[in-house]
Every structure is written in C-alpha cells, then in structure tokens.
C-alpha cells in the first residue's frame, strides 16, 4: 500500500483536517500522559545538573578535551600518541569549539551536550509520531513507552533508551544521535509521501552521514529505520534517483571525514564482541515489557504487511538474532531498532486501536507495564537526592555512579601519563592526563595489546623494581595511582590520597 494513497497518510494531508481529529474528548484524555512526560523531563533536567559518571563518560570529557586543545590534530584522545580516533565525531568537534571558544570546562560543557541532546530527542520523538499519528495523546504515551516499556532487569548503555540508561549516558553522542534519527525518519518519511526537491534528499544524505559519525550504533539503527520507510513508501520510479543521489552524498561525506577512517572501523576491534555478549545476557528480563508493543505489531501487519512499525521491528529483530547466532554479539547494539518500532506500535494501539472498547484494554496494558517499567527505574531519583534519602525499596534499584579523579587535579597536569590499572583509565583522561594503556577500546591504536600487557606486568607481584623503571620510562610516566603501602617503591613518592585507599604517587627523575 504506497503512502500516498493510505487512508491516513499524514496529518496535513486528511482532507477534515487535524482539528477534526481532535474531539474535546481526546484532548481532555491528554493532558495526564503530557503531565507524565513533564515530570520525567524535569526529573532528567535534575540528572543533568548532577550529571552522574558511569560508563563512557571519561572518554567523552577526555574527547572534548583533546579537541579544545588542538582541534586539527588532537590525537589519541586516551594515550599519548597520534592515532585517529572513532570518538571524533562531528558533535565533539562542536563541543570541543564550544570549549575552546568559550573558555568552559569540560563537564560543563557535557552538561550543555546532554541539554542539546534531550531537546533533539524530545522534538525528534514528537516529529516522527506525528507522522504515524494525528491523535494529540500519541506523541506524550510513545514518549512514556520509550523509556519504560522494557523490562524488570535494569539495562544501562549507551543508544539505549531505557530511563535508567537515559540517565547515565543523557550527555553522550549516542542521545543526540538518536534524536537526530527520529528527526531523520520524520523528514524522510515526508519526503517519501511528497514530492520533494533535490535539496531534501541531500539533505538527508548527509544528516544520515552525520548520525553514523555520531555514534556508528544508532548509525545502523538509524539506517534500518530509514531502510524500513523506503521499503514500505514504495516510491515511485521518477524519485529513485534524488534517493540514490542522497546515499551517494552521504557515503561521500562519511569517506571525507578527516579524523579517522569510517569504513575501516568494519574489520577493527574484534574484541567488541566479548563485551556485547552482556547485551544478550538476562534477555527476557531486560526487555519482556516490550512484548506488548510485539503484540501490537500484529494487528497492524494483519492491516498492512507493508507497516513501516512492523517492517522496521522484523530488520531490527533479523539483525540481533544473527548477531546471537553466530557470535557477532556487537550486532546487539541494533536492539533499539527492534525495541523502538515495537515500544511505538503499544503506544499507537492506545490512541488508535480501534474500536473504545479495544483501545480501553490497551490502555489498561500499557499502563500496567509502564507501572512496573517505572519501578524497576526508580532509582533514577537517587542521581537526583542521593541514595542516602531513597526508601529502602527504591534503594535496590539504584545504579551507583562512579567517584572521579579530580584529587589528582592540583598535581597532574594537562598532557601527563600517569599509569593506572583499567579502571582508573576509563576516568583519568577527562582531567586532561593520559594512561599508559586505553580504558576503553581503541580501533586504530596498533600497540594497544603491547599496552595492555605493561600495565599487567607493572601492577603484577614480584615484578622486580628495575622492569617496573623501564615500563615507566618506556612510556614516559611521569605519576603512578595504586593502592596505599607501608613502604612505597623505589622512586615512587606519594603526594595525594583518593578515596578507596589509592595514592598518587610522583615518579621521581
């Protein structure tokens, strides 16, 4: 069925107009899921202000970091060597001027990203529903099914959107990317229903470009999305042309990218699949809520086997069980291309599933299953007031954030190697130091492994003092963090103490 000719193509284009669509009845019905959606919105605003740490937040500082420093040649952002990096996308480019011309700090220009985000994936959200649906409710209900249909086990990573994660990772790429691909799926789908000029569909080549340079996940989320609206318009012969001029753009714009090579990243980190097995690990518990938006697909795909909700979930769905079957659990990472057409189609089957009386056991549903979505992320609120100050049921649902390294501030200076064991390493470089090995993985760092393993053999016992002095000055170590002793190391002397019973410790020349 080609969108131009379906019985409720789009808003504008219903013949009675959208007000006709909008009895008092309905909007009266409104206003409490918008009333939902404020308080969450206020709640995320409130995360925003405490941002907590957790995950890649160490990464993104020390990105933006580099960037403000120099942004033609900014280096590894982690170790201190000249190696692209898939970290330097085009929003940390804008951060990392944004810094630099505004002289602000690191964190606090994060907390400005993760304001810019929350906005692109408010507005985003709200665009593309529009499309799918003129009811005034639908936007606020598909907003609430985003981040609380998922499951009873807490799920936190980035390009997800569970409220949980949402919270932790609200100032990373990964949100602004996903806010930049619902606006991309709205505008395309527009564009697929009516005629439009050549400009658009550049448009859309490069703004699919910068999604995938954003954060290379929601990349293909955003990709399978795209691919699901092209499938299911079936666009006529004469407008294949500006489509397949978009994608040549767009492919152009992803080869020109300076900062690191985008096509190469196919065939780097093969380590990447070890740490995404997590990603399949307590499925059922992490995502059973989102069987109800499964179960709304179905009617839909029994009205039209091209439904773009029900075509987007099965290439979402195809991709994360072949990343399963044959140990690409990488691939998990398109889970939200499954998770958000089936999240939408709950919301939808609210305000549009047909008879009152369906509609009203919807209803009832999807407002059990956000209830208990909800409480499985209650303990957002202790990013808010503390843990010290939630019930002891909400307490047990509480992620807690990481402490950061800002002790070590009044002696590191910027552009010194301090070494560090693996946790430590994924937060020290946003204070502008570098590791003698990556915290996180680095696709295009040819002696990561070499790294990896002189950390090792430094914190490792009985490694006689005279290898620990060649491994620093192999890497140019000028501060070590470890734990407290009675007696420190020869050439070491402690200048700092952190909490956990950690020390820096001065190399001594």
Not at 179 to 197: E, M, S, Y
């Amino acid at each position: 069925m080609r969108f131009a000719t379906m019985r409720f193509a789009t808003p504008e284009a219903r013949p009675a107009g959208r007000a006709a669509l909008r009895p008092p009845v309905a909007a009266r019905h409104s206003a409490a899921p918008w009333a939902a959606v404020a308080l969450l919105a206020v709640l995320l605003l409130l995360v925003i202000v405490r941002l907590p740490w957790a995950g890649d937040l160490g990464m993104h500082a020390a990105t933006v970091e580099r960037l403000r420093h120099d942004l033609v040649h900014p280096g590894n952002p982690l170790v201190r060597t000249d190696t692209p990096s898939p970290y330097y996308s085009p929003w940390m480019l804008v951060l990392g001027c944004a810094a630099r011309a505004g002289g602000l700090s690191v964190f606090v220009v994060l907390r400005l990203a993760a304001l810019a985000g929350l906005v692109l994936l408010a507005t985003g959200v709200r665009r593309y529903v529009r499309t799918l649906s003129a009811h005034p409710a639908a936007p606020a209900v598909a907003a609430l099914s985003l981040v609380l249909l998922w499951g009873t086990v807490l799920i936190n990573w980035s390009g997800f959107l569970s409220l949980n994660s949402l919270a932790l990772t609200v100032s990373y790429p990964s949100v602004l990317a996903l806010g930049l691909a619902f606006h991309h799926w709205a505008w395309l789908t527009r564009a697929l229903r009516t005629p439009a000029g050549w400009e658009v569909w550049l448009g859309l080549g490069a703004l699919w470009a910068v999604i995938l340079l954003c954060h290379q996940f929601t990349g293909v989320v955003d990709t399978l999305g795209a691919l699901a609206a092209v499938v299911c318009a079936r666009p006529p012969r004469e407008r294949w042309p500006r489509i397949a001029v978009g994608t040549a753009l767009g492919l152009l714009v992803l080869g020109l990218w300076p900062y690191y090579d985008f096509f190469a990243l196919s065939s780097a980190g093969g380590d990447l699949e070890e740490v995404h097995r997590a990603l399949y690990d307590h499925f059922a518990g992490r995502y059973w809520l989102a069987l109800l938006g499964v179960a709304a697909l179905v009617p839909r795909w029994r009205r039209d086997r091209r439904d773009v909700l029900v075509v987007f979930f099965a290439l979402g769905a195809l991709v994360c069980a072949a990343g399963f079957v044959t140990g690409h659990y990488s691939w998990g990472r398109a889970l939200p291309a499954a998770l958000v057409p089936a999240q939408l189609a709950a919301a939808l089957a609210v305000v549009e599933g047909g008879a009152r009386a369906v509609r009203i056991r919807w209803a009832w549903a999807l407002a059990a299953a956000l209830a208990a979505g909800a409480w499985t992320q209650s303990g957002v609120l202790g990013y808010v007031v503390g843990r010290a100050r939630l019930p002891a049921a909400l307490a047990a649902n509480y992620t807690r954030p990481w402490a950061g390294y800002h002790w070590i501030t009044p002696h590191v200076r910027y552009g010194d190697v301090v070494m560090a064991r693996d946790f430590p390493s994924r937060l020290i470089p946003a204070y502008g130091a570098y590791t003698v090995a990556p915290g996180y993985p680095e696709f295009f760092l040819a002696d990561e492994d070499g790294r990896e393993r002189a950390v090792q053999r430094y914190y490792r016992r009985g490694t006689p003092p005279g290898v620990r002095r060649d491994i620093l000055r192999a890497y140019a170590v000028r501060w070590v963090v470890d734990t407290a002793t009675p007696r420190p190391a020869p050439g070491l002397r402690p200048v700092a103490r952190g909490a956990g019973g950690q020390v820096l410790y001065a190399v001594n020349p």
